[in-house]
């Protein structure tokens, strides 16, 4: 029994009707994650994979079961106290980055910071390390645009790290870059699990991306088909 | 860690701040919705001011003149339309930045946040074309009387009653914007954030 479990699902399920038909996302799934642990979630589109990432990421409310979040079932949280979690327990990386255009590279990262409370100057120097901590230092007051891709999937990952969160989630995180690109974005997502201790659950279908990962976790049609040590 | 402490927040400068940089980014809606906004309110002070003008030309001692009632429906429609385009224009500004907001919604915005942002947007366009609208219907006022009466009604100007109107143009032109507002900040509000980060532009 691992006691520092820090995301637990039991008996997840999230039903969708779709053209009277009923499609399955998650057929009941039961998976626990330890903190500071690597998590890969695999399998072919429509297995259950983003379905799965919203519901721990608070976006989602799952038809039967539930998803705890340090002990507390997050079914149950009203919409501020999951709007709290989204701000400042989970970090959300995506395939395609999804910045603010009309924003700069350093007011991206802040803007977690902005809805956490932080005041304004703190936020701002808080984004600016973490700009520099991923090597963007220089580019700062670039706008989303004016940046490659793999400088904007770092631009995001400096944002999903804004508030200090216990868990990042990243759907897809090398699927948008190119071979380098996306090992240079791997290679600081590991970088961050290992010197941060911080959780990382990644839906993924790059091979370096799972040998990375401590466990690979396998899904086919809403279930979870097998789990291994990566 | 108490509930009071579990929130999240949005201040209005930080609102301010964002509302501003998207009305800068995307320069060309924005001046458009402006514009919308500034010619209604230019043809609603025109009217307003050139019956303060005849009224002054009358009081020192030409005839009084009046301007025709009808005028009064067709500004009103100005206005009615120039409302229509904005909810029009914000309606599309929502669907260019669907992923934007579910983006936010992910860092943490509430709902209200979203509202709140897109409020700002207009009471901004509001006030800049309150501003605009008000000197162009000035000078529309005092060309239409000076056509009329003679142009040394520009000398003759009752200062304060005209300024005064700058006060009620400025009230309607942030009204209207923010009107026609209402319904596209709360379709933007309602999005799920799970759909607005699937969907392709």
């Keep these: ?230 | 860690m108490t509930a009071e402490e579990r929130r999240v927040h949005l201040s209005y400068g930080d609102a301010f701040r964002l509302g501003l940089s998207h009305l800068v980014r995307r320069l060309d809606r924005s001046t458009l919705n402006v514009a919308s906004i500034a010619l209604g309110l230019s043809f609603y002070t025109s009217l307003l001011l050139t019956d303060v003008f005849y009224q002054t030309h009358a009081a020192l001692g030409g005839s009084r003149l009046n301007v025709e009632q009808t005028y009064y429906w067709l500004v009103a429609i100005a206005l009615a339309v120039s409302v229509v385009g904005i909810t029009n224009a914000m309606l599309i500004s929502v669907q260019e930045r669907v992923k934007e907001i579910g983006t936010m919604k992910c860092l943490g915005a509430l709902d209200r946040h979203i509202t709140l942002l897109f409020l700002i947007e207009a009471l901004l366009q509001g006030i800049v074309g309150g501003v605009i609208g008000y000197a162009l219907g000035t000078v529309a006022a005092l060309l239409t009387t000076g056509f009329s009466t003679g142009f040394d009604i520009i000398f003759k100007v009752p200062v304060i009653q005209t300024l005064m109107f700058f006060g009620s143009s400025l009230t309607l032109a942030i009204l209207l914007s923010t009107t026609a507002t209402l319904y596209p900040a709360f379709r933007a509000s309602r999005l799920d954030p799970v759909e607005a980060l699937r969907y392709e532009l």
């Design chain 1, 1 to 230: 029994m691992n006691f520092d479990t820090v995301i637990e699902m039991k008996g997840l399920k999230r039903f969708y009707s779709l053209g009277g038909e009923t499609v399955k996302a998650l057929d009941g799934v039961d998976l626990h994650i330890s903190r500071g642990e690597y998590v890969s979630l695999v399998g072919p589109s429509g297995s259950g994979k983003t379905t799965l990432f919203n519901m721990v990421g608070g976006l989602d409310r799952p038809t039967e079961g539930n998803v705890q979040i340090d002990g507390v079932d997050i079914s149950r949280l009203d919409a501020y106290e999951l709007a709290w979690l989204r701000c400042r327990r989970i970090g959300y990386i995506f395939q395609n980055f999804n910045l603010i255009a009309v924003l700069t590279a350093l007011e991206n990262v802040a803007l977690p910071t902005v809805f956490a409370g932080i005041p304004r100057d703190e936020g701002l120097k808080k984004a600016e390390k973490l700009l520099q901590s991923v090597g963007l230092g220089e580019r700062m007051n670039h706008k989303p645009t004016q940046l490659s891709a793999g400088q904007q999937q770092r631009v995001a990952i400096a944002r999903a790290l804004a508030n200090d969160p216990a868990i990042i989630l990243a759907d897809e995180p090398t699927g948008n870059l190119d071979l380098n690109t996306g090992t240079e974005i791997i290679n600081l997502l590991h970088g961050l699990n290992k010197t941060r201790g911080l959780t990382l659950v990644a839906a993924t279908h790059d091979l370096k991306m799972i040998k990375a990962s401590d466990r690979v976790v396998w899904m086919r049609d809403g279930k979870v088909e097998k789990i291994e040590r990566g």
